[in-house]
C-alpha cells in the first residue's frame, strides 16, 4: 500500500537525510514538506509547501500525510530568547500534529532528545519533556520518539558549544560503556535511518528511542 509522508524540517541536519530517504522509498507515493523557504530539492514525488509558522491553522489542507515526520527545532542562539526556542520546539510541532491529526495521520515521528523530560532542571530537556507529554495527549494511533545525544553531520552553520562537545565526546568514548553509552554523539543519518525503519514497522502506541535504539534501528 502506497503512502504519503509529511515531512516538516527538511532542509536541517536530520531533516535532509530523511527527505532522501523518502524520496527513495518506493512505499511513499508522495512526500509533503513544510517550510519557511524554498527547497532545492526537486522530485516527481515531493510537493514543498512555503508556510508561515505563525500562522499554521491557515494552512490546515496542506498540512496532512499519513505519516508526519518532525524534525524541526532551533537553538537558544538562533531563537534569541526562551520564548522564541519554546515556540519553534514546543508550539509548532504540536500546532502540525494537532492539524495533519485532524486530516487523517497516524503515526507521528519527532525528533525529540535524550533526556527530555518536564520535570527536568534544564530548560531544553523541559520543553522537549513537555513538548512528548502534549504529543502522548493527542491520541495518535503510533508516537514514535526518537531520543538521539549530540548530533554529528555535515552542518552548514558553526555551533561551537557542539563541535568542542563532540570532540570530547570522541576523546573520552572509551569511557562512554554500559549505561554512559548513552552520551556517545548519535549520526544525523542515523536518526533519519531510525525514523524510516520505525515508519515501515511501526508499534503501535507511544514509543521512546534512545540512542543504542536509534544506533540498533539504522
Ligand atoms: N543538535 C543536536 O546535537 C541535537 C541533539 C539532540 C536532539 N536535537 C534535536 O533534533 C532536532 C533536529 O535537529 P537538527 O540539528 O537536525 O536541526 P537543524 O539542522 O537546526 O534544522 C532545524 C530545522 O528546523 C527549521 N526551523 C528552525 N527554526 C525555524 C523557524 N523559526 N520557523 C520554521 N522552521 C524553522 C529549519 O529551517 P531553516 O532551514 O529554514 O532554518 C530546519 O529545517 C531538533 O529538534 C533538535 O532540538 C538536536
Redesign the pocket.
Known amino acids: 500500500m502506497s503512502r504519503s509522508a509529511l515531512l516538516?524540517?527538511?532542509?536541517?541536519?536530520?531533516?535532509r537525510h530523511c527527505l532522501h530517504r523518502l524520496l527513495a522509498d518506493e512505499r511513499y507515493a508522495e512526500v509533503i514538506t513544510l517550510?519557511?523557504?524554498p527547497l532545492e530539492h526537486q522530485h516527481p514525488q515531493l510537493t514543498h509547501h512555503i508556510v508561515n509558522?505563525e500562522q499554521l491553522a491557515d494552512y490546515a489542507d496542506v498540512i496532512r500525510g499519513d505519516d508526519v515526520f518532525c524534525?524541526?527545532?532551533?537553538?537558544m542562539k538562533?531563537?534569541g530568547s526562551k520564548e522564541?526556542f519554546r515556540?519553534?520546539?514546543y508550539t509548532?510541532p504540536l500546532q502540525i500534529a494537532e492539524l495533519a491529526l485532524t486530516n487523517g495521520a497516524t503515526h507521528y515521528l519527532l525528533?525529540?532528545?535524550?533526556g527530555a523530560n518536564s520535570s527536568s532542571w534544564f530548560f531544553?530537556n523541559r520543553v522537549?519533556g513537555d513538548l512528548e507529554n502534549a504529543l502522548q495527549a493527542l491520541g495518535y494511533p503510533t508516537l514514535s520518539l526518537l531520543?538521539?545525544?549530540?548530533?554529528t553531520g555535515d552542518?552548514a552553520?558553526k555551533?561551537t558549544g557542539?563541535q568542542v562537545?563532540e570532540w570530547l565526546l570522541d576523546v573520552f568514548s572509551f569511557a562512554l560503556r554500559g549505561p554512559l553509552a548513552r552520551a556517545r554523539?548519535?549520526a544525523?543519518t542515523d536518526?533519519a535511518a531510525a525514523m524510516i525503519a520505525v515508519a515501515q514497522n511501526p508499534t503501535p502506541g507511544v514509543q521512546a528511542y534512545e540512542p543504542e535504539d536509534i544506533r540498533r534501528l539504522k
Open positions: 516538516v524540517g527538511a532542509t536541517g541536519l536530520v531533516g517550510g519557511r523557504r509558522f524534525c524541526l527545532g532551533t537553538t538562533q531563537a522564541a515556540t519553534v520546539d509548532y525528533v525529540s532528545a535524550t531544553y522537549k531520543r538521539p545525544s549530540l548530533l552542518r552553520e555551533r557542539e562537545g554523539p548519535t544525523a536518526v
